[in-house]
């Protein structure tokens, strides 16, 4: 029975002593650390991650893992204008944009208007 103990005891001594950092949420937005849910991101910044439009409710934002809607404040700004593409935040530093995919950058093409027609396909 001592043994046992001793084992159990060894065991969760062990388990407490594990390093959990190298766990990771596979539902965690890339680029977002454990702790963006409660406050400013590392560098003092904040970060647009999701916008959701609902039918009949207020817009919301969620920006470093927290739900912010239209009107309402984060930190020391306030939500002032969210788009589909980028949320617009106004506090102490000004006017603040924050784009829904900043490491993207957007190109458009026009294409081949002859080879597009009128979009019915020739018989060969």
Request: charged share 20%; hydrophobic share 40%; proline share 6%.
């Amino acid at each position: 029975m001592r043994n046992l103990a001793i084992l159990l005891f060894s065991l969760v001594a062990a388990g407490a002593a594990a390093d959990t950092t190298a766990l990771v949420d596979p539902t965690r937005p890339a680029g977002v650390s454990a702790s963006a849910g409660t406050s400013e991101g590392a560098q003092g910044e904040w970060r647009l991650q999701s916008v959701l439009s609902p039918r009949g409710g207020r817009p919301t934002a969620i920006i470093n893992g927290m739900v912010v809607r239209l009107g309402e404040k984060i930190g020391e700004s306030r939500l002032v204008r969210l788009s589909e593409t980028e949320a617009v935040l106004q506090g102490p530093k000004g006017t603040e944009r924050l784009p829904l995919t900043p490491e993207v950058s957007k190109l458009y093409e026009m294409g081949n208007a002859a080879a597009v027609g009128n979009g019915k396909r020739k018989k060969p």
